[in-house]
């Protein structure tokens, strides 16, 4: 019971304000880094920047038809865990309850076993990603620490969690305390590693996609 008052309490409280405090930073850093303002005219026939973002985040969501032969597994895939996550995080009743507890906020769940079947859909998904990554010349050589230990924080609260529901190893309380300890780990390292993408990936993407599309108006008004 002591460990599970310590990450219920002190450990949760800590994760939770790293998280918050990282997250906050990282995006304001990037929101208003200092930028060389462009001042080159934009070519009346283009797209205002902030359409060129939201095509360019779209255009992303599905691979490209050069690559997508070889790459729509690991894409597919990539869906897989992402969405099952979003499903286990959000819609298992003990998590909103859970959250609720914390924040006030409710809504409603899916079934428990349905959640419980995606879970185990989450993780084998997982470890098929880390199979792709470890067995794929190209991507294990340009992979790093980061990426190795950014899927082993987010596979051991998926694993903790299958492993607490069905009381395997040892007491509920002490299978419950190391579930909430993996998603304090989790919580602390998002911020300071890859796993920043979840808040990241589209703001990124859409100042990619703007950036291109003024370069190419660019490029047009220098050849006319």
Same mark, same amino acid.
């Given at each position: 019971?002591?460990? %599970?008052?310590?990450?219920?309490?002190?450990? !949760?409280?800590?994760?939770?304000? @790293?998280?918050? /405090?990282?997250?906050?930073?990282?995006?304001?850093? !990037?929101?208003?880094?200092?930028?060389?303002?462009?001042?080159?005219?934009?070519? &009346?026939?283009?797209? &205002?920047?902030?359409?060129?973002?939201?095509?360019?985040?779209?255009? *992303?969501?599905? &691979?490209?038809?050069?690559?997508?032969? *070889?790459?729509?597994?690991?894409?597919?895939?990539?869906? $897989?865990?992402?969405?099952?996550?979003?499903? @286990?995080?959000?819609?298992? !009743?003990?998590?909103?309850?859970?959250?609720?507890?914390?924040?006030?906020?409710?809504?409603?769940?899916? &079934?428990?076993?349905? @959640?419980?079947?995606?879970?185990?859909?989450?993780?084998?998904? %997982?470890?098929? /990603? %880390?199979?792709?990554?470890?067995?794929?010349?190209?991507? *294990?050589?340009?992979?790093?620490?980061?990426?190795?230990?950014?899927?082993?924080?987010?596979?051991?609260? $998926?694993?903790?969690?299958?492993?607490?529901?069905?009381?395997?190893?040892?007491?509920?309380?002490?299978?419950?305390? %190391?579930?909430?300890?993996?998603?304090?780990?989790?919580?602390?390292?998002?911020?300071?590693?890859?796993?920043?993408?979840?808040? !990241? $990936?589209?703001?990124?993407?859409?100042?990619?996609?703007?950036?291109?599309?003024? *370069?190419?108006?660019?490029? $047009?008004?220098?050849?006319?």
């Amino acid at each position: 019971m002591e460990l %599970l008052e310590f990450a219920r309490g002190p450990a !949760l409280m800590f994760s939770i304000t @790293v998280f918050i /405090a990282g997250v906050l930073f990282r995006i304001f850093s !990037l929101l208003f880094m200092w930028r060389t303002k462009d001042t080159s005219a934009a070519h &009346p026939g283009q797209k &205002p920047e902030i359409m060129a973002a939201l095509s360019d985040i779209l255009r *992303r969501m599905w &691979p490209l038809a050069t690559y997508r032969q *070889r790459s729509l597994f690991q894409w597919i895939n990539g869906y $897989v865990f992402h969405i099952g996550l979003f499903i @286990v995080v959000f819609f298992l !009743l003990p998590h909103i309850l859970f959250i609720n507890d914390l924040t006030g906020l409710s809504w409603g769940h899916l &079934p428990n076993n349905l @959640v419980y079947a995606i879970s185990i859909v989450t993780l084998i998904s %997982l470890i098929a /990603a %880390l199979i792709m990554r470890a067995s794929n010349p190209p991507q *294990r050589l340009i992979s790093t620490f980061d990426d190795y230990f950014s899927w082993l924080v987010t596979f051991l609260p $998926v694993l903790s969690g299958i492993v607490a529901t069905m009381h395997i190893g040892a007491r509920y309380e002490t299978l419950l305390a %190391l579930h909430i300890l993996s998603v304090c780990l989790l919580l602390i390292y998002i911020p300071f590693g890859k796993l920043m993408h979840f808040f !990241l $990936v589209f703001i990124t993407r859409g100042q990619t996609g703007a950036h291109i599309a003024h *370069r190419r108006r660019t490029t $047009v008004l220098k050849g006319e």
